[in-house]
């Protein structure tokens, strides 16, 4: 049995995607040295919708030290929304990108990591709003999982449950901040 890479993120956290080409790297390059686990930690979970204007002000200048820390680059969608807040249709919420991943796990249990970054970089580079459910269709295609099986799933109790459940993990394991990873 190899050692677990145990790797806690949110979709939505910043500073988790400048991460996720050096955490991508190790999963690939010690794949045969270690089996590796994602798990959301449920970053943005709002009883209510907040609109993306709470946080703009903060992203809008926390980006710049996570591209100058680690070499990621922000794409011009995603900083549409930061830049105009008021304009922007964003409510954002970790409960859906979590799900995704949750159903993914279950398709591509080594291909985690990967997963995980694609959807960092649907957010962060290309802009896709991660609450909408087609923000997922070109990572369906991409790692061929059927489209209508995977909607299905998106809307079935039992994986809410499951990221609920990585949520609590993530809490039990002690994390009070993103990225986290354990061996």
Excluded at 94 to 119: G, M, R, T, W
Aim: glycine residues 4%; negative net charge; proline residues 5%.
């Amino acid at each position: 049995m190899k050692p677990l890479l145990i790797y806690c993120y949110d979709a939505y956290c910043g500073w988790c995607y400048g991460f996720s080409k050096i955490i991508t790297r190790i999963a690939e390059e010690y794949k045969d040295k270690l089996d590796a686990e994602v798990f959301s930690g449920g970053m943005i979970l709002p009883e209510k919708p907040v609109h993306i204007s709470a946080t703009a002000p903060y992203i809008s200048n926390a980006y710049l030290t996570v591209e100058e820390r680690t070499g990621i680059k922000f794409g011009e969608d995603y900083l549409w929304h930061i830049f105009n807040a008021e304009d922007s249709d964003w409510f954002p919420n970790s409960e859906k990108p979590a799900i995704a991943l949750c159903i993914f796990k279950e398709y591509h249990p080594d291909k985690q990591v990967a997963f995980a970054a694609d959807l960092q970089y649907a957010l962060h580079y290309e802009g896709r709003d991660l609450t909408d459910d087609e923000a997922y269709r070109h990572l369906l295609e991409k790692y061929n999982i059927d489209a209508d099986e995977f909607y299905k799933k998106l809307k079935d109790p039992v994986y809410k449950e499951k990221a609920y459940y990585d949520f609590a993990l993530v809490k039990q394991l002690g994390v009070t901040g993103f990225p986290t990873a354990f061996i």
